[in-house]
C-alpha cells in the first residue's frame, strides 16, 4: 500500500510538472488574487492562511521559503520547484500522500476543500507578516493572580516534583497530573495548539507555550493548578523557557523568562512572576554561512537554559547562528552570535550539561556549542534530517553517549560527549525496525537500561503507531511498544517520571487518544488514561526531569 502511494506521488507530480501553467500574476480590486489559471478570494486567502499557519508553516516557514521541509514559492527558489509549475495535482499528491522524509499524509486530516484550497493558496505569493511590538505585547498581557495574591506554601502534600504537565495539542488545553497517585489534578485552557511547557527553575509554576504565541503560567502550589498570567509574544511561537542560574554572578531562579517567536522573528524576555514583558530582540539577520542574505524570517527555534551561566541558548533557524543571551541585563541583554549550520532546531545538553547539542535538520548534521566557554565545539555528521527532541544520554562501556533519531531515515546515531577515542563522533550506530524515518522524540533516564524510540511521522501505520525499545548496554533492539485494544493512533514523545522507573507516551491523531503509562524495567503496560478529558495529547513534561535537563 505504502509503495503503491509513493509511486502514484511521482506519478502524479511527473503529470503535473507536464501541465506548466501560464503564470502572470494579477490582484483585483476585491483583494482576491489570481496567478495563471489559479484564483483564490480574499476570505478564501484568510482561511488558507489559517490552515497553512496551523498544519504546514511549522516545518515551511511562514514565508513559505522552506526550512524542515522544501520551500512553497510561486517561481521556486532555484533548489525546490516552483509551485506553479507542480500545479494544483502536484500540490495535492504531497499534501495527501506525504513523503518518506517525514512529512505527514494529510488525506483523512483535512477535508476535500480544505486540500483543494491549499492547492491554490500555494501558488499564489504568500501573505506578509506584520510586526508585533513591545507596546502590542504589553496590551495583551493579563495579570490573573498578583503575586501577593498567591499562596506563599504549597497547599496540598502532594510532590511537585513528580507533577506531569501534558499538552491537549488540539483542545489547547494542559492537564497537570501527579505522577505518584496518577489523579488529574486540573485541566486548564491555555493558548491554541500547545507545543510545549517549561517548568520554572524552582519547579512551581509551569510555563506554557501555544503555537499563537500565548503564554500561560500555571501555579502548582493550589491544590488545584490555575493559571495566574498570561501574555502573547508573538504570532506563532514554539519555545519558551526560564532562568536557571543560581551563583556567583547573581541568583537567578524563578527570575526571568524567555519565549522565541516563529513569527514576528524575534524573543521577548519577562518578568517569571508575572509575565511583564521587559525587552524584544529581533533575530533576523545575515546567514551563518556568510551568504550575503538578509534573512528576515529568522525563526527562533529551540531554546535552553544554562545551569552554568546565566545565559539562554537560542537557536535561529533560518540563520543557522546560536546566540548565547545573558539576562543580567534584561532590558538590554547581551547577545554572542556564534555561526553554525542550518536549519536549527531542536536539542539537549550532554549528560555534564556543558555542551548544547542541536539538529541542524537541513544539513543532518548536530552543532555542539560548548556553553560555559561560549563557542562552538564541533559539527557532527548524523543521519538524515535529525530530530531528537532534547535527545537522550546514556553510558556504556563506549562512554558518555547523547542519542539522536532522524525524520528522514531510522537511524539512531550515538555520539560520544566524554573524552577519549571518539569524543564528539559518531561511535554507534542502531537502526529501528521498518523502513522510513519519522521519528520525532527519543528519551532515557540516567536509572534506566533503556532507551525508547517513537516513529510518529512515519507513513506506515504498523510502524507510527508502536515505540522501539533498545538495551543501553548491548544497544540490541528488546521491544516493539504497540498501541494496546481500545487505543488508536500514532505514538509519540516520551517522558519519565522522576524516579526513572516509569516511562510516559502519548497516543495521538486517531479516534480514541490516550496517555499510556509503561513499567520501564519490565516494559509492562501499568495503566491507560483515557478519559473524556484526554483529547489528541502530545508532549509531557515531568517537574524534576525538565527543570534538571534529565534526559
Ligand atoms: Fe515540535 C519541541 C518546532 C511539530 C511536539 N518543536 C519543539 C521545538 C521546536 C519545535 C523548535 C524545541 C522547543 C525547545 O526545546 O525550546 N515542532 C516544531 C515545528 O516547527 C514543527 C516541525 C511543525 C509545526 O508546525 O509546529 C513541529 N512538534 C510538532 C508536532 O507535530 C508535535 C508532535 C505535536 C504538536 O505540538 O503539534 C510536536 N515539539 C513537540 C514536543 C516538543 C517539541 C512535545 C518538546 C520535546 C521535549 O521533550 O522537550
Redesign the pocket.
Known sequence: MKKFQTISTVILLLLAIGCKNKNEKQATQTGAVQTGGVAITATEMETASAIYFD?????HGATRKGA?GPSLLPDGDGKYPATKVLGSVGLRAFIENGTPNGMPEWRGILSEPEIELLTRFLQVEPPAIPPLEMADIKKTWNLIVPVEQRPTAPQHKRNINNYFGV?M?DAGKVAIIDGDTKEKLAVLKTGF????LRPSASGRYFYSIG?DGKISMIDLYPAEPVVVAEVKTAFDA????VSKYNGDKGNFLDKYIIA?G?NPSQFVIFDAQTLEPLSVTKTSGEACDGAKEFIEEARV????ASHTDPLWVVNVKETGMVWLVDYTNPQSPNCTKIPTERFL??GGFDADGKNFMVAANASDKIVVIDVPNKKLNKIVKVGSKPHP??GANIKNSLGKLWATCHLGDNRVSFIKTDEGTGQWTVVKEVTCPGNGGGS??LKSHPKSKHLWVDR?LNPDSTLNSCVDVFDVNTFKHVKKIKTPEGVNGRL??I?YNQKGDEVWISAFMGKQSALLIYDDRTLALKKVIKDDWVENP??K?NVYNTVHDI?
Open positions: 498544519r504546514c508553516a511549522g516545518c524542515t499538552i495539542r495548539a500547545v507545543h510545549i503555537r514554539r519555545s519558551v523557557d522565541g516563529y527555534a529551540s531554546i535552553v532546531h531542536d527532541g532534547r520525532l522524540f510518529t509519540v514523545h517522558e502530545t508532549g513534561f534526559y
